[in-house]
């Protein structure tokens, strides 16, 4: 079966205890990305990845890591986990970024105290 | 600053009526996409849109995009109750890097019978 997953689905952690949410598709996709959902926000984007090891920055990048050493997975870092990154979290990919199949993963609700 | 604005946010009907959902977008993208939230649940692709005039349809739902007035609607037809989600309209940023999705904030459509 096609999908994106992730894992942890649901995080309860605190200040600055690292913390890495795995993302991993298994459809051979070309384009990944990570997005943040905030009620009155929408989702915003934070990194995203068009291929191995290209990396880039979407609209709020502070406070995150990403690598993209294998083509299935993207992992998303948070070296020093601040209460204003509690948030649910959605991990996405595409054949290519203008694709029409884009896929997300089930969302991982992270809580930071 | 690039935005994409939707509305209504919250958008209330009774089955069988018809309703229009709008959004506008500031980039010169000739493309917007269409996604599907239910509530606690992760995204789905409903339209892509790739030129000017484009006009998609798939059950109660249809999508347009007209680019010269970077205005894209979601015209649902005699609304059902398992039309109730919430809908995100998207556009790319193409002025830098070509991965930067950004939403709008969601309009939350609720069907009553």
């Known amino acids: 079966e096609a999908q994106v997953t992730q894992n942890p689905r649901y995080l309860i952690t605190v200040t600055g205890k690292k913390l890495t949410v795995t993302c991993s598709q298994n459809m051979n996709h070309e384009y990944m990305s990570w997005y943040r959902q905030d009620p009155g926000l929408g989702l915003r984007q934070i990194y995203y990845?068009?291929?191995?090891?290209?990396?880039d920055k979407g609209d709020v990048p502070e406070g995150y890591k990403v690598s993209r050493k294998e083509k299935r997975n993207f992992p998303l870092i948070l070296e020093s986990p601040s209460p204003n990154q509690t948030s649910l979290y959605f991990c996405?990919?595409?054949?290519?970024?203008?694709?029409?199949?884009?896929?997300f993963g089930p969302g991982t609700r992270l809580t930071v105290t | 600053e690039l935005k994409v604005e939707q509305n209504p946010l919250f958008l209330s009907m009774q089955e069988g009526k018809n309703y229009t959902i709008y959004c506008n977008y500031s980039?010169?993208?000739?493309?917007l996409y269409w996604y599907r939230q239910d509530p606690g649940k992760s995204l789905e692709s409903l339209f892509v849109l790739l030129s000017n005039g484009a006009v998609k349809q798939e059950g109660r739902l249809m999508a347009s995009l007209d680019t010269k007035a970077r205005l894209s609607t979601l015209h649902i037809t005699a609304a059902v109750h398992d039309l109730s989600a919430t809908y995100f309209c998207?556009?790319?940023?193409?002025?830098?890097?070509?991965?930067?999705?950004?939403f709008g904030k969601g309009t939350k459509l609720s069907v009553k019978p």
């Open positions: 998207a556009d790319r940023d193409y002025g830098g890097s070509q991965g930067n999705l950004i």
């Open positions: 996405a990919s595409s054949p290519h970024p203008d694709s029409y199949e884009q896929y």
């Open positions: 980039t010169t993208s000739d493309r």
């Open positions: 990845s068009m291929n191995v090891e290209v990396t």
